[in-house]
Protein backbone atom coordinates (compact mmCIF):
# COMPACT_ATOMS: atom_id res chain seq x y z
CA UNK A 1 0.00 0.00 0.00
CA UNK A 2 1.10 3.39 -1.06
CA UNK A 3 1.70 5.24 2.46
CA UNK A 4 2.16 8.76 2.98
CA UNK A 5 2.04 12.13 4.71
CA UNK A 6 2.25 14.38 1.91
CA UNK A 7 -1.32 15.67 1.97
CA UNK A 8 -0.52 18.08 -1.13
CA UNK A 9 -3.71 17.95 -3.39
CA UNK A 10 -6.09 17.05 -0.81
CA UNK A 11 -7.61 20.48 0.49
CA UNK A 12 -9.26 21.29 -2.63
CA UNK A 13 -12.83 22.44 -4.21
CA UNK A 14 -13.19 18.81 -4.34
CA UNK A 15 -12.48 17.96 -0.73
CA UNK A 16 -14.71 21.16 0.22
CA UNK A 17 -17.65 20.28 -1.43
CA UNK A 18 -17.50 16.69 -0.30
CA UNK A 19 -16.55 17.61 3.38
CA UNK A 20 -19.83 17.25 5.16
CA UNK A 21 -21.52 13.61 5.41
CA UNK A 22 -24.35 12.94 3.17
CA UNK A 23 -25.30 8.98 3.22
CA UNK A 24 -25.33 6.78 0.83
CA UNK A 25 -29.35 6.47 -0.36
CA UNK A 26 -29.14 5.54 -3.70
CA UNK A 27 -32.67 5.26 -5.25
CA UNK A 28 -31.87 3.59 -8.04
CA UNK A 29 -33.30 -0.04 -8.26
CA UNK A 30 -33.13 -3.82 -9.69
CA UNK A 31 -34.51 -3.74 -13.17
CA UNK A 32 -33.99 0.09 -13.66
CA UNK A 33 -31.74 1.22 -16.44
CA UNK A 34 -29.07 3.89 -14.55
CA UNK A 35 -28.11 7.07 -15.81
CA UNK A 36 -25.98 7.38 -19.08
CA UNK A 37 -22.53 9.00 -18.21
CA UNK A 38 -19.50 10.55 -20.41
CA UNK A 39 -16.07 10.29 -18.60
CA UNK A 40 -12.29 10.57 -18.96
CA UNK A 41 -11.00 6.74 -18.90
CA UNK A 42 -7.75 7.47 -17.58
CA UNK A 43 -6.48 3.60 -18.23
CA UNK A 44 -6.48 3.77 -22.27
CA UNK A 45 -6.63 7.79 -22.74
CA UNK A 46 -9.83 7.57 -24.48
CA UNK A 47 -13.80 9.10 -23.24
CA UNK A 48 -15.84 6.42 -22.41
CA UNK A 49 -19.72 6.61 -22.42
CA UNK A 50 -21.53 4.03 -20.30
CA UNK A 51 -24.67 3.53 -22.60
CA UNK A 52 -22.08 2.24 -25.41
CA UNK A 53 -21.95 -0.82 -23.35
CA UNK A 54 -25.55 -1.62 -23.79
CA UNK A 55 -26.37 -4.32 -25.99
CA UNK A 56 -22.89 -6.20 -25.98
CA UNK A 57 -21.88 -7.07 -22.12
CA UNK A 58 -22.89 -6.46 -18.29
CA UNK A 59 -21.19 -4.21 -16.96
CA UNK A 60 -19.77 -3.45 -13.14
CA UNK A 61 -19.28 0.38 -11.90
CA UNK A 62 -16.71 0.47 -8.87
CA UNK A 63 -17.01 3.45 -7.09
CA UNK A 64 -14.26 4.23 -5.23
CA UNK A 65 -12.39 6.22 -2.82
CA UNK A 66 -9.37 7.80 -3.42
CA UNK A 67 -8.27 11.54 -1.78
CA UNK A 68 -5.26 12.17 -3.72
CA UNK A 69 -2.49 10.14 -5.78
CA UNK A 70 -0.93 9.46 -2.62
CA UNK A 71 -4.03 9.34 0.08
CA UNK A 72 -6.08 6.14 -0.70
CA UNK A 73 -9.12 5.53 1.63
CA UNK A 74 -8.22 2.45 4.12
CA UNK A 75 -11.19 0.91 3.18
CA UNK A 76 -11.47 1.18 -0.72
CA UNK A 77 -7.17 0.47 -1.21
CA UNK A 78 -7.37 -3.47 -0.75
CA UNK A 79 -10.89 -3.50 -2.83
CA UNK A 80 -8.98 -1.94 -5.52
CA UNK A 81 -5.90 -4.12 -5.41
CA UNK A 82 -8.32 -6.86 -5.42
CA UNK A 83 -10.84 -5.82 -8.37
CA UNK A 84 -7.38 -5.35 -10.47
CA UNK A 85 -5.80 -8.84 -9.63
CA UNK A 86 -9.42 -10.11 -10.74
CA UNK A 87 -10.11 -8.19 -13.69
CA UNK A 88 -8.81 -11.23 -16.25
CA UNK A 89 -12.04 -13.30 -14.55
CA UNK A 90 -14.15 -10.44 -15.73
CA UNK A 91 -13.01 -10.18 -18.45
CA UNK A 92 -13.28 -13.70 -19.39
CA UNK A 93 -17.04 -13.99 -18.16
CA UNK A 94 -17.52 -11.25 -20.84
CA UNK A 95 -18.10 -8.24 -18.28
CA UNK A 96 -16.49 -5.06 -18.11
CA UNK A 97 -15.24 -2.87 -14.79
CA UNK A 98 -15.34 0.58 -15.03
CA UNK A 99 -13.82 1.78 -11.52
CA UNK A 100 -15.06 5.45 -11.23
CA UNK A 101 -12.87 7.88 -9.16
CA UNK A 102 -13.06 11.30 -7.90
CA UNK A 103 -9.17 12.47 -8.23
CA UNK A 104 -8.85 14.76 -11.68
CA UNK A 105 -6.73 13.54 -14.68
CA UNK A 106 -3.55 14.29 -13.31
CA UNK A 107 -3.82 12.99 -10.02
CA UNK A 108 -5.92 9.75 -11.61
CA UNK A 109 -2.74 8.98 -14.23
CA UNK A 110 -0.20 8.48 -11.19
CA UNK A 111 -2.59 6.12 -9.53
CA UNK A 112 -2.75 3.97 -12.93
CA UNK A 113 0.66 4.03 -12.79
CA UNK A 114 1.37 3.32 -9.60
CA UNK A 115 -0.82 0.40 -9.10
CA UNK A 116 -0.94 -0.92 -12.70
CA UNK A 117 -4.45 -0.79 -13.00
CA UNK A 118 -6.07 -3.08 -15.28
CA UNK A 119 -9.49 -2.09 -16.00
CA UNK A 120 -10.55 1.42 -16.59
CA UNK A 121 -10.46 3.98 -13.96
CA UNK A 122 -12.57 7.04 -15.24
CA UNK A 123 -11.95 10.07 -13.48
CA UNK A 124 -14.60 12.37 -12.27
CA UNK A 125 -13.34 15.24 -9.95
CA UNK A 126 -16.72 17.31 -10.18
CA UNK A 127 -18.30 13.87 -8.43
CA UNK A 128 -21.56 14.42 -10.47
CA UNK A 129 -21.99 10.55 -11.43
CA UNK A 130 -21.46 10.08 -7.77
CA UNK A 131 -24.33 12.30 -6.96
CA UNK A 132 -26.47 10.76 -9.85
CA UNK A 133 -25.98 7.13 -8.34
CA UNK A 134 -26.68 9.28 -4.43
CA UNK A 135 -23.43 6.94 -3.34
CA UNK A 136 -23.10 9.59 -0.41
CA UNK A 137 -20.11 11.47 0.42
CA UNK A 138 -18.07 11.93 3.79
CA UNK A 139 -14.76 14.02 4.63
CA UNK A 140 -13.60 14.91 1.56
CA UNK A 141 -14.57 12.36 -1.04
CA UNK A 142 -17.34 10.69 -2.15
CA UNK A 143 -18.54 6.91 -0.90
CA UNK A 144 -17.45 3.47 -2.58
CA UNK A 145 -20.33 1.62 -4.33
CA UNK A 146 -20.87 -1.03 -6.70
CA UNK A 147 -23.44 -1.16 -8.88
CA UNK A 148 -23.73 -4.72 -11.20
CA UNK A 149 -25.82 -3.97 -14.97
CA UNK A 150 -26.76 -6.60 -17.66
CA UNK A 151 -25.75 -6.17 -20.58
CA UNK A 152 -28.88 -4.01 -21.61
CA UNK A 153 -28.07 -1.64 -18.91
CA UNK A 154 -30.14 -2.23 -16.35
CA UNK A 155 -29.34 -2.41 -12.55
CA UNK A 156 -29.07 -5.90 -11.56
CA UNK A 157 -27.12 -5.41 -7.94
CA UNK A 158 -26.02 -2.51 -5.75
CA UNK A 159 -23.85 -2.29 -2.62
CA UNK A 160 -23.43 0.55 -0.73
CA UNK A 161 -21.03 1.89 1.48
CA UNK A 162 -21.48 1.02 5.38
CA UNK A 163 -19.02 0.69 7.57
CA UNK A 164 -19.57 -2.91 8.24
CA UNK A 165 -19.84 -3.77 4.48
CA UNK A 166 -17.50 -0.85 2.92
CA UNK A 167 -17.28 -2.61 -0.87
CA UNK A 168 -19.18 -5.24 -2.46
CA UNK A 169 -16.77 -8.44 -2.50
CA UNK A 170 -15.20 -9.64 -5.54
CA UNK A 171 -16.43 -13.40 -5.36
CA UNK A 172 -20.48 -11.16 -4.60
CA UNK A 173 -19.66 -9.62 -7.82
CA UNK A 174 -18.67 -12.54 -9.99
CA UNK A 175 -21.36 -14.72 -8.56
CA UNK A 176 -23.80 -11.37 -9.24
CA UNK A 177 -22.41 -11.77 -12.95
CA UNK A 178 -23.04 -15.33 -13.51
CA UNK A 179 -26.90 -15.19 -12.18
CA UNK A 180 -27.29 -12.95 -14.56
CA UNK A 181 -25.47 -14.51 -17.43
Not at 122 to 146: H, I, K, T
Not at 154 to 176: D, G, I
Amino acid sequence: MLTSTDFSGLFNGRFLRNFFPIPASSRLRVGQKVPDFLLPDITNQTTLRLSSYRGNQPIILAFTRIFTEKQYCPLCYPHIIELNESYEQFVQKGIEVLMITSTDTRQSRQVVKDLGLKMPLLSNPSCDVFRNYEVGQALGAPLPAQFVLDKEGRLRYKHLFSFLSPNASVEKLLATVDSIS
